[in-house]
Every structure is written in C-alpha cells, then in structure tokens.
C-alpha cells in the first residue's frame, strides 16, 4: 500500500457521491485501474447495505389517530376548566380572590402546551363568550333600562365582556409565566 | 394539515425501524414511536423551519430514547429479559426464527461499532435520512457524516465477506 491507495481510500466516499472535481476522480479512475486492493475498496462501497425490513405492526394510521384523540380530550378538559371557572366567576361576583384560580389554569395549561397562545385563547375565550351570553340573558329577559338602544346596549356590554376577559386573561398569562419559570428551574436540575 | 399528515405518515415506519434497532424490542419500538409522534404534534409551534421536519423529528427520537433509557420501564424491560435468558428478547415466533436465522447480523454488527459511528450508520441506513441531516442530528458537519459513514460501511462490508467466505 503506498501513498496513493491511501489518497485513494480517502477520496472513495466522495467519490461515490460524485462530489470529487473531474480530473480527480480521473486520477481515482486511473488509480484503481493499477491497484487492486483500491478497486475492491471501491467494488464494496458501491454495493448498498443489506438491510432487514422493519415493519410496525400497528402502522401509523392508527397511531396518529391514538394521539389525536388523547390530545382533543386534553383540550376538552382545559376548555372545559376554564368555562366552569368563567361560570363561578360570574356567580361568586363578589369574591374577587376566585380570579387567582385563573394562574393556576394558566400555569397548567401552560406546562401542558408549553405556548402562550393556546393559554391566550383557552382563557380568554369562555369567560368573553359568557358574560356577553350573561348580558344577551339580561337583555332579554328585559332586566335592564329601555331607556338604551339595543345597539348601545350590545355595544357596551362587548366592551364589559372584554374587560372582563382581558382582567382575567391577564392572570392566567401571569400563571403561565410561573409555568415557564418552574419548566426554568427543571431543566437546571 | 393533510401535508403534515402525509409527512408522519412518510417519516413513521423510519423513526420506528430506528427504535427498534436500537432496542430490538417491538413493544418499547411502538411505544417510543408513539411518544415521539405525540411530542411532534403536541409541540408543533416549536418545529421552527432551521431544519427539515425529518430531522426534527428524529432529534426528538433521540431524547425520548434517552429518557427511555433512564426510565424504570426500562430496567424493569432489562431484569426481565435477563431472567428470562437464554430465550432471546420479546418472543413472538417470527422474531425467534429471525434471530436463530441471524437476519439481524447487520443490526448486531452495527451495534458493536463506537457510539458516534453506530449513530450515523443507524440513521442513514434505517433511518433513511440525508448526510445533511444527519450531521443536524448528530451535531456534526455533512462530510463528517459522509465520511464516517463511508468508513463503517466499508468496515462492516469487509467483515461480512469475511464472514461469507
């Protein structure tokens, strides 16, 4: 083996990709026509892998459909937290210390989804949907002053449901903040 | 979405056959498989796009085969199987003729190259994935992968001619 075969070996495996420039892989060429050792090496490398066939049993199908179905009841069960909690909310109007329950759904859909935007939207949607199904109650039960027009009475009932949402959103984005820092420290050890 | 779908679909046989030549366990293959795809799923806001989704996914293989490996499961898997040896691991009747016909002597040979080597032969041979990806993977350049490939491979084709002969 002299200087050349071992080039060679080097140059091989680009050279199976085709990555060598023109004239080098001439010289591999011309190379491996003189040295036997180095055509053998090159007969091997072209020769693909024998690999054994691997087949899953279930297949994908069915997993995929296993995990959609265990993350939509995930999703159910958060949805459905977070409209009993905009429901108790609207019940216990007076004790404010029940919106601190909104952190806590914050930090856990949170450690869940591990993304703000799901925690967004999971929060904030029940409880803006509620209080403006709360106000379409009382406006049609005629509870409220005929003095306001409809329009205006929707209209400043949207900005209230809003507030509302906005006010709770905002713990819960506060609890998944608290989320994000325990994920934080876990990761420290 | 359906994209999306027909990507798991096309990547799914390949992280599986990943798994199982690494634990030549068909239970722990289907259940690894099953972690990674729900990971991909659940946390699909993190697959940002600096990479190929294949790619992605398999780096997600490698840390659920990692906290496999630390999980009581796993030794449990382990006491089991040594208790129960010389019968060869997770006995369905075909997988017994297979290992008596020796049909996983590449899957074996592959095992006993050193740990960075086996890595990349394993992806690019079951795992079907390019060099470009595997260097992502591995944390490696692509020709750092190509060649190391090209090397195992020449290693691994020599001993089984030598075997042959």
């Not at chain 1, 869940?112 to 935007?117: A, E, P, S, V």
């Not at chain 2, 990507?7 to 390949?14: G, Q």
């Not at chain 2, 398999?58 to 898997?77: E, M």
């Given at each position: 083996m002299n200087k050349g075969c071992f080039i060679a070996e080097d140059l091989l495996p680009l050279y199976q990709e085709g990555l060598l420039q023109p004239e080098t892989a001439e010289w591999l060429e011309e190379h491996m026509k003189t040295c036997n050792g180095c055509r053998e090496l090159g007969q091997l490398l072209r020769k693909p892998v024998e690999k054994e066939t691997i087949v899953s049993e279930s297949g994908p199908d069915k997993m995929m459909a296993k995990i959609n179905f265990k993350l939509s009841i995930y999703q159910i069960i958060f949805v459905g937290m977070s409209f009993f909690m905009a429901i108790r909310t609207s019940i216990l109007n007076e004790s404010f210390g029940f919106i601190l329950w909104y952190a806590v759904l914050g930090a856990v859909t949170y450690l869940?989804?591990?993304?703000?935007?799901i925690v967004a939207v999971i929060s904030f949607l029940p409880i803006f949907l509620w209080s403006l199904t709360q106000s379409a109650v009382d406006f049609s039960a005629g509870r409220i002053d005929s003095s306001l027009s409809a329009v205006s009475y929707f209209l400043s009932s949207a900005m209230g449901a809003l507030w509302v949402a906005v006010i709770h959103l905002s713990f819960a984005l506060i609890g998944s903040l608290i989320g994000a820092l325990i994920l934080k420290l876990k990761e420290r050890g | 979405m359906k994209e999306l779908e027909r990507?798991?679909?096309?990547?799914?046989?390949?992280v599986y056959a990943f798994f199982f030549v690494k634990t030549f366990d068909k239970t722990a293959a289907e259940d690894l498989t099953h972690d990674v795809f729900y990971e991909a799923v659940k946390g699909l806001h993190y697959f940002e796009g600096h990479s190929t989704l294949q790619t992605w996914l398999?780096?997600?293989?490698?840390?659920?085969?990692?906290?496999?490996?630390?999980?009581?499961?796993?030794?449990?898997?382990l006491e089991k199987q040594l208790a129960e040896s010389p019968s060869p691991p997770s006995a369905s009747p075909e997988e017994v003729y297979l290992l008596k016909e020796g049909t996983w002597d590449l899957a074996k040979r592959i095992g006993r190259l050193d740990d960075l080597s086996r890595e990349i032969v394993i992806l690019r041979v079951y795992g079907e994935l390019s060099f470009k990806e595997i260097g992502d993977v591995v944390g490696q350049s692509e020709n750092y992968a190509r060649v190391a490939f090209h090397r195992s491979k020449l290693k691994l084709q020599k001993e089984t001619r030598a075997e042959d002969e």
């Open positions: 869940f989804y591990r993304n703000m935007k | 990507l798991y679909k096309e990547i799914h046989p390949k398999f780096s997600i293989a490698k840390n659920v085969l990692k906290k496999y490996y630390r999980s009581k499961k796993y030794r449990l898997r």
